[in-house]
């Protein structure tokens, strides 16, 4: 029935099972140290939009020099509305498109992780797919979620996405600024053309 619909044109009782699942897929996220001494090379992806067209870009920097090794733009249709709070939907394909066959020690995401109101945002889901760190970037925090699941770090929002903690997470961050926001995703933004909005 109609009246059973979200605004974003799928039903509440699904959007309800997916929030069930995200909160069950938190508890598989780990938080441990990594040895950041050992790690040579940090990827960023980020996504925009146009029309029914997601443009992903990939950009791999050395660490902590940060110079840049390669790049990469992939394209494909955009496969789910922009929910807020639910935007692993939208962007996990993009992301893992971007992100195939690429080799790296740690992963910068344009979205949250761990500080998402339910534990598990768009970094956390890439990093249990993938497998490898990931760190969630954001420019603004989300509403309702605990401040001890977030450093801002300059101009960045910093959260775990999965095998990194916090502290590492900062750590790795602060290598890499430049005018107070990561140079890799910065790289990343401008390939993809992002538009300005909220991530998570």
Known sequence: MIDELTDYGIRREKLELIASLQRKLAGRIV??????????????????????????????????????????????????????????LRETRPVLLATKGEDFDVLLVEGHGRAHPRGYGLASH?????????????????????????????????????????????????????SGYPKPLKIADRLSKVRTHEKD
């Not at 979620?145 to 990194?164: E, M």
């Open 31 to 88: 938080e441990r140290p990594p040895d950041v001494s050992r790690v040579e090379a940090v990827a960023a992806v980020d996504v925009s939009y146009r029309g029914n067209l997601a443009r992903s870009a990939f950009v791999l920097c050395s660490f902590p020099g940060c110079e840049v090794l390669k790049t990469k733009v992939v394209e494909t249709e955009v496969g789910a509305p922009y929910i807020p709070t639910y935007f692993f």
């Open 126 to 178: 890439v990093g249990l797919l993938l497998k490898k760190p990931t760190i969630g970037i954001a420019k603004r925090p989300l509403r309702g979620v605990s401040p001890d699941l977030w450093r801002k770090v300059r101009k960045a929002y910093v959260s775990v996405g999965n095998l990194v903690d916090l502290g590492s997470a900062v750590e790795i961050v602060r290598e890499l600024l430049e």
